[in-house]
Every structure is written in C-alpha cells, then in structure tokens.
C-alpha cells in the first residue's frame, strides 16, 4: 500500500485561516453566523475555525455538531445511507447562517443528512459548507462553499485526515491500494 502527503501541518494550519477569512468576508463578520461540525473530524476542524474567526473579530461564533453514521438497512443491502444519530446543537439554528464543516467531501450523501438534520432543528437563514478535503465523486448536487484543498481522487483511493485532536501528527494522506 502506497501513502502520499497530501498537506502537512503547515498547510493545513494555512487552509484553515484562509477559509476563516473567506467565511468572515462571505458573511460581513460574525453576526448570525453559527458553526456546525460533522463527527468527528468535522467537529475538530470547527472548533480550529471558531478559535481563528474569534482571534479576528474578537467576537465568539457559536459551535455545534451532529453525528452522522453509515446506516444499512434491508431495502439497500449495498449501499449504505447516511442518517443522523445524535445532534449537540447548543443554539436555535433559526434565522442563522449554518456553516457545516466536515474533513472529506466524497458523494454528498453526508452533507445531505447534515443539512435534513439541521432543518428538523428550525429554519436556518442559509446553510453553507466547509470542508478541508473536496476529493470529488459528488453523487448529488453538493458542493462546498470553502475549500481547504481539491483533490482529484480515483473512487479506490482513500484519503486520511489526521490530527492533533485524535492524537496524530497533522496531515492528509491518500493512500492507494
Ligand atoms: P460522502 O457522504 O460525501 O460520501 O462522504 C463524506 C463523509 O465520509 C465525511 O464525513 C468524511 O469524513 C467521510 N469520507 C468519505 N470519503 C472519505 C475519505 O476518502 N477519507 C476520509 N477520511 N473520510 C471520508
Ligand atoms: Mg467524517
């Protein structure tokens, strides 16, 4: 098995102030804006987001998660679906502007379940999307607002996001089989 550096943490550190900025400038600042990360990479990458928008504007953005988990049930024995299975959402998401945040954003499927979760939680003003990694392969129309890195990926690669908070030295890999 053959792995590639694909960022190190210099590059990663780089992507995600880029992106805050680019967040704070779609936006005009903070205000209404809310975070929502996706378990459990994307819920790390919100918190690296909320720390830089907070050192730039000196205001605090609110952060939440949802947990999002292959579910596969009798009607498609191949292919799983993603559903929502718990949601830490410590605000009312009405009349905000949701930025998700994941690590990967493959067929779309994930961010499709984040945004139908979102929506039993009320009426958000807009839903926008974040992610470090676009590895292509979208199965919906879905498609990322700020990204930290395209790409490019054969369906049989795979790509690892590692970092600090899980213990690893940060990084994005692919690896080939
Ligand atoms: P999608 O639902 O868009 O197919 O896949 C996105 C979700 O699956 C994300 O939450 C992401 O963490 C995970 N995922 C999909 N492909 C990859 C990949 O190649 N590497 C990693 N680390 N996660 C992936
Ligand atoms: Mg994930």
Redesign the pocket.
């Given at each position: 098995e053959q792995e590639r550096l694909i960022m190190d943490a210099g590059d990663i550190a780089r992507a995600l102030t880029r992106v805050a900025h680019e967040i704070l400038e779609r936006n005009k600042g903070v205000k209404d804006l809310a975070l929502v990360g996706?378990?459990?990479?994307?819920v790390h990458l919100a918190h690296r987001l909320a720390k830089r928008i907070q050192e730039i504007e000196q205001a605090p953005v609110p952060i939440g998660d949802l947990d999002i988990t292959l579910y596969r049930d009798d009607l498609s024995l191949r292919k799983e679906q993603p559903v929502l299975r718990t949601t830490s959402v410590p605000f009312d998401v009405s009349d905000k502007i949701v930025v998700l945040v994941?690590?990967?954003l493959f067929t779309g499927r994930?961010i499709r379940a984040a945004m139908d979760g979102l929506m039993d939680l009320g009426r958000p003003a807009e839903i926008q999307l974040a992610v470090l990694v676009d590895r292509g392969h979208r199965q919906l129309p879905i498609k990322a607002n700020y990204i930290g890195k395209n790409l490019p990926t054969s369906r049989d690669e795979q790509v690892q996001v590692l970092l600090e908070e899980a213990g690893e030295d940060d990084r994005v890999v692919i690896l080939k089989s």
């Open positions: 996706i378990r459990t990479g994307g994941d690590d990967v994930t």
